[in-house]
């Protein structure tokens, strides 16, 4: 071919990458591995195959880890934990440095294998996923090494166990262990099945970095080995990325048991295109967000929302772009799609393509003859309610609808249970800022697609998982308070005394929701006591259908979050001023319910109104120190609806401590008082009614903890539960949370101070915000 019929036809050449040193490095270990604990491989065990999903063709040998293998691998991290957290940050942050630098040596080799393992294309592996695992060390190398300035009081969690996925093999470990071992942590991670061959590189790149022994271990196997993992006493903490189905088993599995967690889960990101973008960059934004990786990516910008207006026209420069994708061999550097990653997941493809009623269109771009390779897919004519409109495909297929006004844009891309990722294009950067926080998701791209940094947080909402991974928020994941908390002994109310004075005046208190207050569904009550026997009232037992009303109420009063901060903190401030006016009042019935003296308490209660009055126009976000030209915006916003079990010991301040933060960052809430002390918040009613609170805001539903905890945590409307309660409901509300899987934040039957400043401030404000990103690009 001359070059003048090159220049003519413009077509790509073969550019194939050699994986000549990638297949030396696999024979100089037989082909076959065993796992990585305690600083060295084991002997091979019983072993599963690893394929090249491009040919079909075997790559190694990989041991099934077995529970006696994570038992193994579990103790050695244990005897490394204490040695590596005393060490200072200064020095953990010389051994993320050296692993950092080493990935950076062995960039192309760990490339062209996760090419082979995974069957993404070289350009993929080699210029976002390497660069990435090597910034992600850097990135925590710093963390480690201002740990010990920046936060100070805080002690690593211990053993972390993470097991991952096979979507970004080594990124997703990288995500996983820099931050764990930045922060003291020792770590066992158990990479997906099909992909394990970077992960056991890495642990051989640790040898080199000099890493000690037990600090790192790596168990590989299946789905059981990851179970066994989860379920291992030994772990503190446990990290998975994932699909949302694990995610929700997992989150069943460690309830109550006290391990951390974090989940990073699936996802059905909406694409909206504004008739005012430019197309084209759209079309490549496009190309990116959904065939990147095959589609096998969690933030996928898979439901594609484009204006009426512009829709036939969009879609037409769409298929002729996508006629325009290569598919071929992962190694060649001019293939734009490779192979999906087993045959498995390629028959889940295909079988959910087959299953659509929408209009498909298959890329016109010829597939290799052999190898797992799926075309290029958009369906169009689907409903809102549509199987692939609501399910994740993981795969090169995306689903369209079209949409008229910003607000359908927004309800269109809500409507769904997941809420990892977003991507916004439009040229009128006052519609996009608009547009971006009123999406439900974690993060949200203006005009662009794919971002990612260490610096910036990346995590869901809803059903898309809790936690973030990267930046400083990213570390406080692996981090706990250095304090050791007190067990906390259940409270039991005043009993009823054989005889005793009924009131002059009888007073049943009623619950209070959307601002009136209301009587308890079934329509029962009981009596409270003070510890001297004196019939103090009635209260009222709150059910399930209560909760309901409760919560109904909180979502009405939605307009609460848009509100600014300085108008809260002004309600806030409102409510410590009527509160002071009836102080003698608050500190008698304290002193009626307790046998203690209550003035402290009312003063202290005063004291955090304040202090979330002050914080309500000032927990700001950051922009975030990212490499390019633009900025990423981390800014904290309301969870939602916040329920909340009060902590009986401090009956006033406690109940104030949990409200008033939610209600500062825009939250509304649903509050079970203290059970044995239940006046004294029925008696701030007339507080909160007279302070110009929104109804709804507050929602007050006193009972049982143990009979309102279930339906509160199981409530698919419930955004995040939180249990101070002496009753210890720990494992019930994580297992139930599991539904939606609701942010929690529970006890463990361990007490808190809530007098001191353990009892208020940034846990709390961080507790009642999640973190969303906003990418801005900007330049020409």
Known sequence: MTIKEIFDRMDYGPAPEGNAEAKAWLARHGATFGHFIDGQFTAPGQTFATKNPATGAELAQITQGSAQDIDTAVAAARRAQPKWARLPGHARAKYLYALARLIQKHARLLAVLETMDNGKPIRESRDIDIPLVARHFYYHAGLAQLMESELPGQAPLGVCGAVIPWNFPLLMLAWKVAPALAAGNTIVLKPAEYTPLTALLFAEITREAGLPKGVLNIVTGDGDTGAALVAHPGMDKIAFTGSTAVGKAIRRATAGTGKALTLELGGKSPYIVFDDADLDSAIEG??????????????????????????????????????????????????????????????????????????????????????????????????????????????????????????????????????????????????????????????????????????????????????????????????????????????????EPASFD???????????????????????????????????????????????????????????????????????????????????????????????????????????????????????????????????????????VIAALCPDEAPLLGLISVMAPAIAMGNTCVLVPSEPFPLAATDLYQVLETSDLPAGVVNIVTGSHAELAKPLAGHMDVDALWSFSSSDLSALIESESATNLKRTWVNHAKARDWTGAEGEGRPFLGHATAIKTVWVPYGE
């Open 502 to 640: 009924a009131p002059a005046l009888d007073r049943t208190a009623k619950l209070f929701i959307g601002g009136k207050q209301a009587r308890p569904d079934g329509g029962y009550s009981r009596a409270v006591f003070s510890p001297r026997g004196r019939h103090l009232g009635h209260v009222g037992i709150g059910n399930r259908k209560d909760i309901r009303n409760a919560v109904e109420a909180a979502h009405a009063a939605k307009g609460w979050g848009k509100a600014t901060g300085h108008n809260r903190a002004q309600i806030l401030y409102y409510i410590a001023e009527n509160l002071s006016a009836r102080a003698a009042e608050f500190a008698a019935r304290l002193k009626d319910l307790t046998g203690k003296d209550g003035a402290e308490e009312v003063e202290a209660t005063i004291s955090r109104l304040f202090t979330y009055a002050a914080w309500s126009d000032k927990f700001d976000g950051q922009a975030k120190s990212v490499p390019l030209r633009g900025i990423a915006l981390a800014m904290n916003e309301p969870v939602g």
């Open 286 to 495: 496009l190309v990116d967000a959904i065939w990147f990786n095959q589609g096998q990516v969690c933030c996928a910008g898979s439901r594609l929302l484009v204006q009426e207006g512009i829709a036939p026209r969009f879609h037409e420069k769409l298929k002729r772009r996508m006629d325009g994708l290569r598919l071929g061999d992962p190694l060649d550097k001019c293939i734009d799609v490779g192979a999906v990653v087993d045959p498995v997941q390629l028959a889940t493809i295909t079988d959910m393509v087959r299953s659509s009623d929408g209009d498909i269109y298959h890329a016109n771009t010829p597939l290799p003859a052999q190898g797992c390779y799926y075309p290029p897919t958009l369906i169009t004519g689907l409903g809102t309610a549509s199987r692939l409109m609501q399910e994740e495909i993981f795969g090169p297929v995306l689903v369209s609808m079209t949409f008229r006004t910003p607000a359908e844009a927004v309800e269109l891309a809500n409507n769904t249970r997941y809420g990892l990722a977003a991507s916004v294009w439009t040229e009128n950067v006052n519609l996009a800022l608009d547009i971006a926080p009123k999406i439900k998701a974690g993060v949200v791209w203006v005009n662009a697609t794919n971002l990612f940094d260490a610096a910036a947080g990346f995590g869901g909402v809803r059903e898309s998982g809790f936690g973030r991974e990267g930046g400083w928020e990213g570390l406080m994941a692996y981090l706990k308070p250095a304090r050791a908390a007190k067990p906390l002994k259940p409270l039991p109310a005043t009993p």
